[in-house]
Protein backbone atom coordinates (compact mmCIF):
# COMPACT_ATOMS: atom_id res chain seq x y z
CA UNK A 1 0.00 0.00 0.00
CA UNK A 2 1.10 3.45 -0.94
CA UNK A 3 2.29 5.85 1.97
CA UNK A 4 1.03 9.48 2.29
CA UNK A 5 4.50 10.52 1.23
CA UNK A 6 4.45 8.53 -2.21
CA UNK A 7 3.18 11.77 -3.70
CA UNK A 8 5.50 13.91 -2.57
CA UNK A 9 8.31 11.55 -4.22
CA UNK A 10 6.56 11.44 -7.46
CA UNK A 11 7.75 12.76 -10.55
CA UNK A 12 4.96 12.23 -12.54
CA UNK A 13 0.73 11.96 -11.08
CA UNK A 14 -1.15 10.18 -14.12
CA UNK A 15 -4.53 9.85 -14.43
CA UNK A 16 -6.12 6.81 -16.33
CA UNK A 17 -9.22 5.71 -18.09
CA UNK A 18 -10.85 2.74 -18.96
CA UNK A 19 -10.20 2.52 -22.53
CA UNK A 20 -5.95 2.82 -21.43
CA UNK A 21 -5.74 7.09 -22.34
CA UNK A 22 -3.47 8.07 -19.75
CA UNK A 23 -3.43 12.30 -18.72
CA UNK A 24 0.46 13.03 -17.22
CA UNK A 25 0.86 15.85 -14.82
CA UNK A 26 4.50 16.62 -14.14
CA UNK A 27 6.54 18.36 -11.23
CA UNK A 28 6.89 21.47 -11.71
CA UNK A 29 10.27 22.74 -12.71
CA UNK A 30 12.51 25.51 -10.74
CA UNK A 31 12.75 27.31 -13.45
CA UNK A 32 8.55 28.06 -13.41
CA UNK A 33 9.05 29.50 -9.86
CA UNK A 34 8.20 33.09 -11.47
CA UNK A 35 5.00 32.51 -13.23
CA UNK A 36 1.95 33.66 -11.91
CA UNK A 37 -1.49 31.92 -11.08
CA UNK A 38 -4.94 32.42 -9.83
CA UNK A 39 -6.60 29.66 -7.93
CA UNK A 40 -10.11 28.29 -8.72
CA UNK A 41 -12.76 27.65 -6.54
CA UNK A 42 -15.61 25.61 -7.40
CA UNK A 43 -17.84 23.66 -4.69
CA UNK A 44 -17.65 20.15 -3.53
CA UNK A 45 -21.10 19.26 -5.13
CA UNK A 46 -20.37 20.30 -8.39
CA UNK A 47 -17.11 18.26 -8.78
CA UNK A 48 -18.87 15.10 -7.41
CA UNK A 49 -21.93 15.61 -9.53
CA UNK A 50 -19.62 15.96 -12.42
CA UNK A 51 -21.15 19.45 -13.47
CA UNK A 52 -19.38 22.34 -13.43
CA UNK A 53 -21.60 25.45 -14.40
CA UNK A 54 -20.77 28.45 -14.70
CA UNK A 55 -22.42 29.77 -11.30
CA UNK A 56 -20.22 26.78 -9.26
CA UNK A 57 -16.81 28.52 -10.26
CA UNK A 58 -15.53 31.80 -8.45
CA UNK A 59 -11.45 32.78 -9.37
CA UNK A 60 -9.19 34.70 -6.67
CA UNK A 61 -8.54 37.78 -7.55
CA UNK A 62 -5.29 38.38 -6.33
CA UNK A 63 -2.82 36.05 -8.27
CA UNK A 64 0.38 34.40 -6.66
CA UNK A 65 3.78 33.33 -7.70
CA UNK A 66 4.42 29.66 -8.15
CA UNK A 67 7.09 30.01 -5.54
CA UNK A 68 4.32 31.23 -2.86
CA UNK A 69 2.07 28.68 -3.47
CA UNK A 70 4.48 26.28 -3.85
CA UNK A 71 5.14 27.31 0.47
CA UNK A 72 1.31 25.87 0.61
CA UNK A 73 1.71 22.63 -0.74
CA UNK A 74 3.87 20.44 1.01
CA UNK A 75 3.51 17.53 -1.78
CA UNK A 76 4.63 19.92 -4.29
CA UNK A 77 3.69 21.25 -7.98
CA UNK A 78 2.10 19.27 -10.52
CA UNK A 79 1.29 21.11 -14.14
CA UNK A 80 -0.19 19.56 -17.13
CA UNK A 81 -0.79 21.06 -21.00
CA UNK A 82 -4.35 19.95 -21.40
CA UNK A 83 -7.39 20.53 -23.91
CA UNK A 84 -11.04 20.36 -23.26
CA UNK A 85 -11.20 17.91 -25.92
CA UNK A 86 -8.87 15.19 -24.39
CA UNK A 87 -9.49 16.04 -20.63
CA UNK A 88 -13.29 15.26 -21.47
CA UNK A 89 -11.79 11.82 -22.36
CA UNK A 90 -11.20 11.34 -18.47
CA UNK A 91 -14.04 12.24 -16.51
CA UNK A 92 -13.97 8.40 -14.71
CA UNK A 93 -10.62 8.06 -14.71
CA UNK A 94 -8.35 6.96 -12.03
CA UNK A 95 -5.17 8.70 -10.44
CA UNK A 96 -1.80 6.77 -10.18
CA UNK A 97 1.73 8.27 -8.83
CA UNK A 98 5.10 7.77 -10.95
CA UNK A 99 7.65 7.34 -8.74
CA UNK A 100 11.35 7.18 -10.42
CA UNK A 101 13.49 4.71 -8.06
CA UNK A 102 17.02 4.35 -7.08
CA UNK A 103 17.61 2.49 -10.23
CA UNK A 104 15.01 4.62 -12.59
CA UNK A 105 12.47 1.85 -12.44
CA UNK A 106 8.65 3.10 -12.44
CA UNK A 107 6.47 2.01 -9.96
CA UNK A 108 3.02 2.80 -9.65
CA UNK A 109 0.55 3.04 -6.66
CA UNK A 110 -2.92 3.83 -6.46
CA UNK A 111 -4.09 7.15 -6.10
CA UNK A 112 -6.93 6.78 -3.69
CA UNK A 113 -4.33 4.90 -1.27
CA UNK A 114 -2.55 8.07 -0.97
CA UNK A 115 -4.82 9.74 1.48
CA UNK A 116 -6.99 11.56 -1.09
CA UNK A 117 -10.96 12.00 -1.61
CA UNK A 118 -11.92 9.04 -3.51
CA UNK A 119 -15.17 10.29 -4.26
CA UNK A 120 -13.77 13.67 -6.20
CA UNK A 121 -12.42 12.57 -9.46
CA UNK A 122 -9.34 14.52 -10.32
CA UNK A 123 -10.11 15.19 -13.74
CA UNK A 124 -12.98 17.23 -12.14
CA UNK A 125 -10.90 19.07 -10.71
CA UNK A 126 -8.40 19.92 -13.67
CA UNK A 127 -12.08 20.28 -15.35
CA UNK A 128 -12.79 23.30 -12.87
CA UNK A 129 -9.60 25.27 -14.35
CA UNK A 130 -10.12 24.45 -17.99
CA UNK A 131 -13.48 25.74 -17.54
CA UNK A 132 -12.44 29.05 -16.26
CA UNK A 133 -10.00 29.56 -18.85
CA UNK A 134 -12.78 28.60 -21.28
CA UNK A 135 -14.71 30.89 -19.84
CA UNK A 136 -12.43 33.59 -20.21
CA UNK A 137 -11.98 32.81 -23.51
CA UNK A 138 -15.75 33.03 -24.46
CA UNK A 139 -15.78 36.38 -23.06
CA UNK A 140 -13.16 37.49 -25.15
CA UNK A 141 -14.32 36.02 -28.16
CA UNK A 142 -18.10 36.98 -28.00
CA UNK A 143 -16.51 40.66 -27.45
CA UNK A 144 -14.46 40.69 -30.35
CA UNK A 145 -17.24 38.87 -32.62
CA UNK A 146 -19.80 42.14 -31.18
CA UNK A 147 -17.80 44.47 -32.71
CA UNK A 148 -16.91 43.02 -35.65
CA UNK A 149 -20.66 41.99 -36.21
CA UNK A 150 -22.12 45.10 -35.82
CA UNK A 151 -20.00 46.20 -39.56
CA UNK A 152 -22.94 44.17 -40.89
CA UNK A 153 -25.57 46.87 -40.29
CA UNK A 154 -23.51 49.51 -42.57
CA UNK A 155 -23.73 46.75 -45.98
CA UNK A 156 -27.44 46.16 -45.08
CA UNK A 157 -28.26 50.32 -45.14
CA UNK A 158 -26.44 50.37 -48.07
CA UNK A 159 -28.98 47.68 -49.98
CA UNK A 160 -31.68 49.21 -48.23
CA UNK A 161 -32.21 51.35 -50.93
CA UNK A 162 -33.62 48.40 -53.08
CA UNK A 163 -36.16 48.35 -51.16
CA UNK A 164 -36.31 44.95 -49.54
CA UNK A 165 -36.98 46.32 -46.04
CA UNK A 166 -38.66 42.88 -44.48
CA UNK A 167 -35.66 40.79 -45.63
CA UNK A 168 -32.94 43.80 -44.31
CA UNK A 169 -34.96 44.54 -41.18
CA UNK A 170 -35.38 40.50 -40.10
CA UNK A 171 -31.30 40.57 -40.62
CA UNK A 172 -30.57 43.59 -38.50
CA UNK A 173 -32.71 42.52 -35.99
CA UNK A 174 -31.00 39.06 -35.84
CA UNK A 175 -27.74 41.04 -35.58
CA UNK A 176 -28.99 43.15 -32.97
CA UNK A 177 -30.34 40.34 -31.00
CA UNK A 178 -26.70 38.25 -31.40
CA UNK A 179 -25.27 41.92 -30.04
CA UNK A 180 -27.38 41.61 -27.03
CA UNK A 181 -26.24 38.16 -26.06
CA UNK A 182 -22.80 38.75 -26.56
CA UNK A 183 -22.43 41.45 -23.97
CA UNK A 184 -24.56 39.79 -21.58
CA UNK A 185 -22.40 38.88 -18.19
CA UNK A 186 -24.37 35.70 -17.29
CA UNK A 187 -25.71 33.22 -20.04
CA UNK A 188 -28.30 30.27 -20.37
CA UNK A 189 -29.84 27.28 -22.74
CA UNK A 190 -32.58 30.09 -23.56
CA UNK A 191 -29.91 32.46 -25.01
CA UNK A 192 -28.74 29.38 -26.78
CA UNK A 193 -32.30 28.58 -28.37
CA UNK A 194 -32.29 32.32 -29.38
CA UNK A 195 -29.18 32.31 -31.19
CA UNK A 196 -30.16 29.29 -33.31
CA UNK A 197 -33.31 30.93 -34.17
CA UNK A 198 -31.52 33.81 -35.56
CA UNK A 199 -29.61 31.46 -37.30
CA UNK A 200 -32.48 29.96 -38.96
CA UNK A 201 -33.65 33.14 -39.87
CA UNK A 202 -30.24 34.05 -41.51
CA UNK A 203 -30.06 30.96 -43.24
CA UNK A 204 -34.08 31.20 -44.50
CA UNK A 205 -32.97 34.67 -46.05
CA UNK A 206 -29.75 33.44 -47.86
CA UNK A 207 -31.73 30.36 -49.37
CA UNK A 208 -34.19 32.88 -50.55
CA UNK A 209 -32.35 35.15 -51.91
CA UNK A 210 -29.99 32.31 -53.87
CA UNK A 211 -33.31 31.03 -55.42
CA UNK A 212 -34.56 34.46 -56.69
CA UNK A 213 -30.51 34.75 -58.01
CA UNK A 214 -30.61 31.24 -59.54
CA UNK A 215 -34.22 31.72 -61.11
CA UNK A 216 -33.31 35.54 -61.90
CA UNK A 217 -30.02 34.63 -63.85
CA UNK A 218 -31.66 31.29 -65.93
CA UNK A 219 -34.60 33.66 -66.64
CA UNK A 220 -32.33 36.24 -68.19
CA UNK A 221 -33.14 37.59 -71.38
CA UNK A 222 -31.04 40.30 -72.95
CA UNK A 223 -32.53 43.69 -72.98
CA UNK A 224 -30.09 47.06 -74.42
CA UNK A 225 -32.46 49.35 -72.06
CA UNK A 226 -33.10 47.04 -69.19
CA UNK A 227 -29.77 45.10 -68.86
CA UNK A 228 -28.46 47.47 -66.03
CA UNK A 229 -31.31 47.26 -63.89
CA UNK A 230 -31.25 43.84 -64.29
CA UNK A 231 -27.37 43.37 -63.91
CA UNK A 232 -28.26 45.45 -60.44
CA UNK A 233 -30.40 43.12 -59.10
CA UNK A 234 -28.54 40.37 -59.52
CA UNK A 235 -25.73 41.88 -57.85
CA UNK A 236 -28.14 43.02 -54.75
CA UNK A 237 -29.55 39.62 -54.48
CA UNK A 238 -25.98 37.82 -53.92
CA UNK A 239 -25.04 40.42 -51.41
CA UNK A 240 -28.46 39.87 -49.56
CA UNK A 241 -27.38 36.10 -49.44
CA UNK A 242 -23.65 37.18 -48.84
CA UNK A 243 -24.37 39.13 -46.03
CA UNK A 244 -27.02 36.22 -44.54
CA UNK A 245 -23.96 33.79 -45.35
CA UNK A 246 -21.53 35.88 -42.97
CA UNK A 247 -24.49 36.79 -40.05
CA UNK A 248 -25.09 32.88 -40.26
CA UNK A 249 -21.28 32.00 -39.47
CA UNK A 250 -21.49 35.17 -36.95
CA UNK A 251 -24.35 32.62 -35.31
CA UNK A 252 -22.28 29.75 -34.43
CA UNK A 253 -19.38 31.91 -33.37
CA UNK A 254 -21.73 33.22 -30.55
CA UNK A 255 -23.04 29.73 -29.79
CA UNK A 256 -19.21 28.25 -29.30
CA UNK A 257 -18.69 31.85 -27.23
CA UNK A 258 -21.96 31.47 -25.23
CA UNK A 259 -21.25 27.66 -24.51
CA UNK A 260 -18.11 28.27 -23.70
CA UNK A 261 -19.50 30.73 -20.47
CA UNK A 262 -21.94 28.59 -19.55
CA UNK A 263 -19.90 25.84 -18.42
CA UNK A 264 -19.35 22.00 -18.62
CA UNK A 265 -20.43 21.35 -22.68
CA UNK A 266 -16.34 20.58 -23.80
CA UNK A 267 -17.61 17.68 -26.03
CA UNK A 268 -20.97 19.51 -27.70
CA UNK A 269 -18.35 22.27 -28.19
CA UNK A 270 -15.85 20.06 -29.80
CA UNK A 271 -18.51 19.02 -32.34
CA UNK A 272 -20.03 22.43 -32.89
CA UNK A 273 -16.71 23.69 -34.19
CA UNK A 274 -16.48 20.93 -36.58
CA UNK A 275 -19.37 21.59 -37.60
CA UNK A 276 -18.28 25.35 -37.99
CA UNK A 277 -15.48 24.24 -40.02
CA UNK A 278 -17.23 22.28 -42.71
CA UNK A 279 -20.43 25.37 -42.77
CA UNK A 280 -17.73 27.62 -43.46
CA UNK A 281 -15.79 26.16 -45.82
CA UNK A 282 -19.19 25.42 -48.01
CA UNK A 283 -20.33 28.67 -47.06
CA UNK A 284 -21.31 31.67 -49.58
CA UNK A 285 -19.05 34.00 -47.88
CA UNK A 286 -16.06 32.44 -48.17
CA UNK A 287 -16.71 31.15 -51.81
CA UNK A 288 -18.74 34.44 -52.91
CA UNK A 289 -16.00 34.60 -55.94
CA UNK A 290 -16.47 31.33 -57.28
CA UNK A 291 -20.47 31.15 -56.91
CA UNK A 292 -20.42 35.02 -58.60
CA UNK A 293 -18.24 33.45 -61.36
CA UNK A 294 -20.64 30.86 -61.98
CA UNK A 295 -23.97 32.80 -62.33
CA UNK A 296 -22.29 35.45 -64.42
CA UNK A 297 -20.81 32.69 -66.73
CA UNK A 298 -24.53 31.76 -67.74
CA UNK A 299 -25.31 35.79 -68.09
CA UNK A 300 -22.30 35.62 -70.62
CA UNK A 301 -23.44 32.43 -72.48
CA UNK A 302 -27.04 34.10 -72.99
CA UNK A 303 -24.84 37.01 -74.51
CA UNK A 304 -23.05 35.15 -76.75
CA UNK A 305 -26.22 32.97 -77.89
CA UNK A 306 -27.96 36.59 -78.57
CA UNK A 307 -24.47 37.39 -80.66
CA UNK A 308 -24.53 34.27 -82.47
CA UNK A 309 -28.00 34.76 -83.80
CA UNK A 310 -27.34 38.46 -84.84
CA UNK A 311 -24.46 37.29 -86.23
CA UNK A 312 -26.50 34.37 -88.23
CA UNK A 313 -29.24 36.78 -88.98
CA UNK A 314 -26.74 39.15 -90.93
CA UNK A 315 -24.63 36.52 -92.28
CA UNK A 316 -28.19 35.25 -94.07
CA UNK A 317 -29.33 38.95 -95.10
CA UNK A 318 -25.43 39.38 -96.44
CA UNK A 319 -25.61 36.17 -98.68
CA UNK A 320 -28.69 37.25 -100.18
CA UNK A 321 -27.97 40.78 -101.03
CA UNK A 322 -24.61 39.45 -102.69
CA UNK A 323 -26.66 36.69 -104.57
CA UNK A 324 -29.07 39.35 -106.24
CA UNK A 325 -27.87 40.56 -109.89
CA UNK A 326 -26.55 44.13 -110.39
CA UNK A 327 -29.21 44.53 -112.66
CA UNK A 328 -31.61 43.80 -110.11
CA UNK A 329 -30.95 46.50 -107.88
CA UNK A 330 -28.58 48.62 -109.70
CA UNK A 331 -24.54 49.10 -109.00
CA UNK A 332 -25.60 51.93 -107.14
CA UNK A 333 -28.22 50.12 -104.91
CA UNK A 334 -26.33 46.89 -104.36
CA UNK A 335 -23.00 49.20 -103.30
CA UNK A 336 -25.72 50.71 -100.46
CA UNK A 337 -27.24 47.54 -99.73
CA UNK A 338 -23.55 46.05 -98.61
CA UNK A 339 -22.73 49.00 -96.89
CA UNK A 340 -25.36 48.76 -94.91
CA UNK A 341 -25.42 45.13 -93.82
CA UNK A 342 -22.03 45.27 -92.95
CA UNK A 343 -22.23 48.44 -90.89
CA UNK A 344 -25.45 46.56 -89.17
CA UNK A 345 -22.74 44.13 -88.54
CA UNK A 346 -20.07 46.00 -86.98
CA UNK A 347 -22.98 47.72 -84.92
CA UNK A 348 -24.37 44.54 -83.92
CA UNK A 349 -20.32 43.24 -82.80
CA UNK A 350 -19.30 46.69 -81.09
CA UNK A 351 -22.98 46.36 -79.03
CA UNK A 352 -22.20 42.76 -78.10
CA UNK A 353 -18.73 43.33 -76.68
CA UNK A 354 -20.27 46.80 -74.99
CA UNK A 355 -22.65 44.21 -73.08
CA UNK A 356 -19.19 41.80 -72.01
CA UNK A 357 -17.98 44.89 -70.46
CA UNK A 358 -21.43 46.16 -68.43
CA UNK A 359 -21.41 42.07 -67.72
CA UNK A 360 -17.51 42.18 -66.64
CA UNK A 361 -17.74 44.99 -64.60
CA UNK A 362 -20.79 44.51 -62.80
CA UNK A 363 -19.00 40.90 -61.62
CA UNK A 364 -16.04 42.85 -60.82
CA UNK A 365 -17.80 45.23 -58.59
CA UNK A 366 -19.57 42.68 -56.78
CA UNK A 367 -16.24 40.45 -55.99
CA UNK A 368 -14.36 43.79 -55.10
CA UNK A 369 -16.91 45.10 -53.07
CA UNK A 370 -17.10 41.59 -50.99
CA UNK A 371 -13.60 41.62 -51.00
CA UNK A 372 -13.32 44.71 -49.33
CA UNK A 373 -15.59 43.81 -47.20
CA UNK A 374 -13.63 41.24 -46.07
CA UNK A 375 -10.58 43.06 -46.03
CA UNK A 376 -12.45 45.72 -43.11
CA UNK A 377 -13.65 41.85 -40.86
CA UNK A 378 -11.69 39.58 -38.97
CA UNK A 379 -14.58 37.17 -39.10
CA UNK A 380 -11.97 34.54 -41.04
CA UNK A 381 -9.33 34.98 -38.26
CA UNK A 382 -11.71 34.78 -35.40
CA UNK A 383 -13.13 31.78 -37.03
CA UNK A 384 -9.30 30.24 -37.65
CA UNK A 385 -8.25 30.77 -33.51
CA UNK A 386 -12.26 29.50 -31.91
CA UNK A 387 -11.41 25.86 -34.68
CA UNK A 388 -7.99 25.24 -32.81
CA UNK A 389 -9.63 26.08 -28.79
CA UNK A 390 -11.28 22.04 -27.94
CA UNK A 391 -7.49 21.82 -29.21
CA UNK A 392 -5.72 24.18 -27.69
CA UNK A 393 -3.25 22.86 -24.62
CA UNK A 394 -3.51 25.50 -21.23
CA UNK A 395 -1.12 24.96 -18.64
CA UNK A 396 -2.96 23.92 -15.12
CA UNK A 397 -1.32 23.94 -11.98
CA UNK A 398 -2.17 21.08 -9.88
CA UNK A 399 -1.71 20.87 -6.02
CA UNK A 400 -2.84 17.74 -4.05
CA UNK A 401 -2.34 18.16 0.02
CA UNK A 402 -4.29 15.03 1.63
CA UNK A 403 -7.74 14.69 0.93
CA UNK A 404 -7.50 18.88 -0.23
CA UNK A 405 -7.36 19.16 -3.98
CA UNK A 406 -6.74 22.82 -5.24
CA UNK A 407 -6.25 23.98 -8.89
CA UNK A 408 -4.65 27.26 -10.14
CA UNK A 409 -4.76 29.12 -14.15
CA UNK A 410 -1.90 31.37 -15.52
CA UNK A 411 -2.70 35.13 -14.77
CA UNK A 412 -4.22 36.49 -17.96
Do not use: C
Not at 169 to 187: M, N, P, T, Y
Not at 297 to 308: D, W
Not at 386 to 395: S, T, W
Request: zero cysteines.
Amino acid sequence: MAEKNDIAKSDKLIISNPIGGELIMKRLSASQKGKKFKEVFVSEASLLAGNITQGALQVANQAMTVAQIAKQAPNGLFTASVDPAKLSKFKNGTLTTMVHGGEKKLEHFGFTEVAISGAINPAMVLSAGMQVMSMISGTYYLNQINSQIRQIDEKLDELIQFHHDESIGKLKAARRGLSEIAVREIVDMADVNEIRNYKKTSQEIQEEYLYRLNRDVHNFVPDKKGDKKKLDNLNFQMSIAFEASKLSLFTELIELGTRMKIGGQSELIEGLTTQLKNNYKNSLYLNIDYAADNYYKIIKSKYQTEKSIKQKNNNKIEKVVNFVPVWGWGVLGKTVLQGTVSIKKNIDISTSNKKEVKRRESLDSLIYDAHENKKIETIDVTIDEMLQLPYEGKDILYVVDGNRQRVFVPEE
